[in-house]
C-alpha cells in the first residue's frame, strides 16, 4: 500500500471513491458534482486529501480541512471523509490513512483533529483504538439554510 497527497491529476482515482462514499450517507449518486467539488478544494487550497494505493488501484482516501479553535487559538484539521472501497477492507487502509493524517496535523504543529460521525459507524471502534476520544459531553447542532440550490 502507498499513501499519496492527491492532487488534480488524481481526481480520475478519488471521484469514484468519493461518490461511494457520499452513496454511504444515502446522496445521490453525482459523478460530475463530485469531481466538481473536489477540484473547487484542490484548486483553492481549501483541503488537504490523501490518497490509498494498491498495486496501483484507489482504494481509500480521507480529506482533511483546515478550520481555528478560538478557545485554545490554534489551528485543527476537520476529518470531514474518510473512505474504504469495501474490496479492500480490512487491510489496514483506514488506520493507514488515519495515521498519515495525524503525521499531517502534527507536521504542521496543530492542534489536533476532530470529526463527526454517524452513531452506527463502525468505523467508532478504529478510531477509539487509535486514541480518539469520544466526546459525550457536547451536543453538535446544524441550521440547514433554504436558499441552498
Known amino acids: 500500500m502507498k499513501i499519496i497527497r492527491a492532487t488534480k491529476e488524481h481526481l480520475s482515482l478519488i471521484v469514484p471513491l468519493f461518490d461511494s462514499y457520499r452513496a454511504f450517507y444515502k ?5 460530475k458534482k463530485a469531481k466538481s467539488f473536489l477540484e473547487k478544494r484542490l484548486d483553492r487550497d481549501e483541503s488537504i486529501l490523501f490518497l490509498a494505493l494498491v498495486e496501483g488501484k484507489p482504494a481509500g482516501f480521507i480529506q482533511l480541512f483546515t478550520s481555528f479553535s478560538s478557545v485554545s487559538l490554534e489551528s485543527i484539521y476537520i476529518l470531514n471523509d474518510l473512505y474504504v472501497n469495501p474490496l479492500f477492507r480490512k487491510n489496514g487502509i483506514g488506520k493507514a490513512l488515519l495515521e498519515k493524517a495525524k ?8 492542534k489536533g483533529l476532530a470529526l463527526e460521525t454517524a452513531s452506527n459507524n463502525p468505523a467508532q471502534h478504529l478510531y477509539e483504538r487509535l486514541g480518539w476520544e469520544k466526546d459525550v459531553e457536547c451536543f453538535h447542532y446544524f441550521w440547514t439554510s433554504t436558499n441552498i440550490e
Open 27 to 31: 446522496q445521490a449518486s453525482d459523478e
Open 103 to 110: 503525521e499531517q496535523c502534527s507536521t504542521m504543529n496543530f
